[in-house]
């Protein structure tokens, strides 16, 4: 697990499919631990669910790091929250925004999505080879298309101003190499500034929609929900939608 920032190798692609698929294949073929992966634009960005990440060429920071960490599979939630942390950070100190952070993968700024984390691993057995950590920012982008209009929000909208990838990316690396190196202290942060926890939310799963309070993250990343018939009920995946007060 890279400690400084001194260790990430950084390799920059004018153009990639997937900077998520480029940093697993490079992991399956050796590529040690700290290996950051950058294109100005892909043309198969992944988000959860066999879902899309979209940005046009320049507008976004699309990054994934590559981590080799001592974990059983049931722990890698601890990576997508110390990234989405770190990533938090890091637009807070060059931006000075504050994001909100959403269960179980997303930076909200109000109800838009700034950007969104997807961690994906290299699994054999019990045994963690590798995990991927990718994380999409809309940093410089004003006009988003129709589909997102009403869910997107970039840093540059929200400041009002230019913001520099590379800054972002810098600073990124620097919070990445603190929060991956210590990951309870990371989950006990991201859990301290979930904006999700305490509010009432509805719950979209495969098997049908869940309303109530989100009361808590338990240590094994799963959001604990409280509802009013069913009690407390324990959510592995599916997309949180934050509702409004009534
Ligand atoms: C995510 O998925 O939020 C994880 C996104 C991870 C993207 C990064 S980019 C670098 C790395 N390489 C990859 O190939 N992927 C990672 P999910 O929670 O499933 O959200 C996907 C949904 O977000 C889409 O269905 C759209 O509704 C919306 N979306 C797509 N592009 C967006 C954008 N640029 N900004 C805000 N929302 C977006």
Known sequence: MPED????????F?????????????ARDGAAAGLVVVAEEQTAGRGRLGRSWIAPPGAALLVSVLLRPAL???ELHLLTAAGSLAMAEAVEAVCGLRPELKWPNDLLVGDRKLAGVLA???????????VVVGIGLNVEWDHFPAELAEIATSCSVETGGPVSRAAVLDAFLTRASVRFADLDAAFAEYRARLGTLGRAVRVDRASGPLRGIAVDVAPDGTLLVETADQGIVAVTAGDVVHLRPA
Do not use: I, M
């Not at 920032?5 to 920059?12: F, I, K, L, S």
């Not at 994906?120 to 590798?130: I, L």
């Open 5 to 12: 920032p001194a260790t990430w190798t950084v390799r920059n």
């Open 14 to 26: 004018a153009s990639l499919d997937s900077t998520n698929r480029y940093a697993l294949a490079a």
């Open 72 to 74: 059983a599979p049931d």
């Open 120 to 130: 994906e691993a290299d699994v054999d057995g019990s045994e963690v080879r590798a």
